[in-house]
């Protein structure tokens, strides 16, 4: 049975850091495309990174292009996401996602291209 659980979030500063972790069971992180995802209050959710299978590719929302860095450890069987100079803006529920359809990232992660879903971790932006 595949699962994700994610963690690392928080309440940090304006321009401050977190690492959030989306720890995979159930199959290997490394066949799929992985993408991490953001909702906002009110706002719909949105594709800010992925990494691809194989060759570990990445790509990333022009929003947080410069600030955020995805990366895996297929020995944890696990991704990350390095959030840096944090900004209100990025206040939502983080989410990690898998597609299962396809090794490679997509140029824009879309929310219908990924069937397994974390439970999401909270990142609040706030001084």
């Known amino acids: 049975q595949v699962h994700f659980v994610e963690s690392g979030g928080g309440l940090v500063q304006p321009g401050g850091s977190l690492r959030l972790s989306c720890a995979a069971s159930?199959?290997?992180?490394?066949?799929?495309?992985i993408g991490w995802f953001r909702q906002a209050p009110g706002k719909e959710r949105e594709g800010i990174s992925c990494?691809?299978?194989?060759?570990?590719?990445?790509n990333y929302a022009d929003s947080v292009k410069g600030r955020f860095t995805i990366s895996k450890d297929n020995a944890k069987n696990t991704v990350y996401l390095q959030m840096n100079s944090l900004k209100p803006e990025d206040t939502a529920v983080y989410y990690c996602?898998?597609?299962?359809?396809?090794?490679?990232?997509?140029?824009?992660?879309?929310?219908?291209?990924?069937?397994?879903w974390g439970q999401g971790t909270q990142v609040t932006v706030s001084s």
């Open positions: 990494i691809s299978a194989r060759d570990g590719s990445t």
């Open positions: 996602a898998a597609n299962t359809m396809r090794v490679r990232c997509t140029p824009a992660s879309q929310v219908h291209e990924y069937d397994y």
């Open positions: 159930g199959f290997f992180l490394d066949y799929y495309a």
